[in-house]
């Protein structure tokens, strides 16, 4: 099946700083969707994306298909941004997503 | 978007008990599907909830441990049989929206004691 890599695993950063995570995965994809997983565990959907550039609010993404990444950007990091991130992607026809390890971020003050 | 809610939100259970998770949705949606993720780790896909069949699952993951019903276009149960400490895990239920878009409900944090 489809491999899906997230980098970096982990990212500390001070409030108020950029940040740029990334996915890459190893085949076409028909959907790839970036998601927020707050600590209660609850998987807020940021973007689908297969390919593009869509921005929302101080979020944005861009994903090459043709080079087979995506690339999450964080502006004027804020605490409440803290969580995993996951990319996640289907490439089958079914609609049921394979998932990346994911980008543990935190945000100090 | 979806609303998708799930209960229970959480659980503590003895093991080698059972335990039957619901998903209901807001909206009559065709796909639907059962993700676990346990303690660290990220998301697993256990099965596709087929409304009217049987539902698909992934290797690794069988219907006696993992049966699960989709009686309609709107609600899913998975249950979680014979639980040992290793079905310790967040269970999430997830809807196709639009077309494309894939939601999430909150999830159901099970720990097995």
């Known amino acids: 099946g489809i491999q899906v890599e997230q980098s970096p695993p982990d990212l500390i950063l001070q409030e108020g700083a950029n940040s740029t995570l990334r996915c890459n995965f190893s085949?076409?994809?028909?959907?790839l969707q970036w998601f927020h997983q707050n600590p209660w565990g609850q998987l807020i959907n940021l973007f689908y994306i297969p390919s593009g550039t869509k921005q929302n609010g101080r979020l944005s993404a861009t994903t090459v298909a043709t080079e087979r990444y995506s690339l999450l950007y964080i502006s004027s990091s804020q605490t409440t941004d803290s969580g995993v991130y996951f990319c996640?992607?289907?490439?089958?026809?079914?609609?049921?997503?394979?998932f990346g390890s994911g980008t543990r971020l935190q945000v100090q003050p | 978007s979806a609303v998708i809610s799930q209960k229970p939100s959480r659980d503590i259970c003895q093991r080698g008990t059972s335990l039957t998770i619901q998903c209901q949705v807001d909206?009559?949606?065709?796909?639907m599907f059962w993700y676990r993720q346990q303690p660290g780790q990220s998301l697993t896909l256990i099965a596709t909830?087929?409304?009217?069949?049987?539902?698909?699952?992934e290797s690794g993951f069988v219907i006696d441990k993992f049966p699960i019903s989709r009686p309609n276009l709107t609600f899913s149960t998975l249950t979680v049989s014979n639980m040992s400490p290793e079905d310790s895990s967040i269970y999430l239920c997830s809807v196709v929206v639009d077309g494309d878009t894939i939601y999430f409900g909150e999830g159901s944090w099970l720990t097995v004691v």
């Open positions: 996640a992607v289907e490439n089958t026809g079914r609609r049921a997503l394979t």
């Open positions: 909206s009559q949606v065709t796909m």
């Open positions: 085949d076409s994809v028909n959907n």
């Open positions: 909830a087929n409304q009217g069949s049987e539902a698909t699952y």
